[in-house]
């Protein structure tokens, strides 16, 4: 997988060469360009935003700088041999980030990731790009952030570990809260490790019996407990299982 950034704050990307994804792209299953969107402007100040027609706060970044970054970044991944983009921009007005999200981001071949700074970027930038290349307007959450680039971590992260042979252990996709399967739509569940007893405390006395289905049993409770006390919303999305039958049999 390709992946282009293009920001006023390049550092801001530098944990991309770190953990995870600084292993990935070490190996080759990753491709990282970080760009700096002020390559594009031309004047002594290296101008990208502009006040916003209509009036209002803020500026607004504009259509100039990000069209010819995003002519140069295309071309050059074509040229490159690289295929079928998608613009990824991050925006508090997009479309939620979930774990469906990344699943369908991780099986392309190129993404090129458009964080914005100020109150965003002029429409007719993503309006112009989405004439050729399939566009994605994600939110990571509802809060205020001062620009994407937090976003992009965010996202090249969970699509980083779905590729191929990025995550050593395979295993570790079926435990995640949000992956199909018997845990899906829950959150995850205390988790526990050596030392057996710290300060006073021990650990849950089914997950030393070595009876695999009954911790089975006690985790998925304890994912209920806990998706219950803090995301309700996700309980009826949640897949009746082995256990659930049985409970409604008894
Ligand atoms: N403030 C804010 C909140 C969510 C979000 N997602 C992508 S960029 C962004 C910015």
């Not at 304890?222 to 998706?227: G, Q, V």
């Amino acid at each position: 997988m390709r992946l282009d950034v293009v920001t006023i704050f390049p550092e801001y990307l530098e944990p991309l060469n770190v953990s995870l994804v600084g292993k990935a792209r070490a190996r080759g299953q990753l491709n990282v360009h970080v760009h700096d969107l002020r390559r594009w402007t031309h004047d002594r100040h290296h101008t990208v935003d502009d006040t916003p027609y209509g009036g209002g706060p803020g500026m607004v970044m504009k259509t100039e700088p990000w069209g010819e970054a995003l002519d140069d970044i295309l071309a050059d991944g074509y040229e490159t041999g690289s295929s079928a983009p998608a613009l990824v921009v991050p925006t508090p007005s997009g479309r939620p980030f979930t774990q469906k999200l990344a699943v369908e981001l991780s099986e392309r071949p190129w993404l090129v990731f458009t964080p914005a700074r100020y109150e965003g970027i002029d429409r007719r930038v993503i309006d112009e790009y989405a004439t050729r290349i399939p566009v994605y307007e994600v939110s990571i959450g509802d809060y205020v952030l001062a620009g994407g680039e937090a976003a992009v971590l965010v996202v090249t992260e969970a699509v980083a570990r779905l590729l191929p042979g990025v995550l050593g252990n395979v295993e570790s996709h079926r435990d995640d809260s949000f992956a199909p399967g018997a845990m899906a739509n829950l959150l995850e569940g205390p988790v526990y490790t050596k030392p057996p007893a710290w300060r006073g405390r021990d650990i849950p006395e089914v997950l030393l019996s070595g009876h695999h289905g009954r911790i089975a049993r006690w985790r998925r409770d304890e994912a209920l407990k806990r998706t219950t006390a803090h995301r309700p919303d996700l309980i009826e999305r949640c897949e009746p299982t082995a256990f659930d039958r049985k409970d409604r049999e008894t």
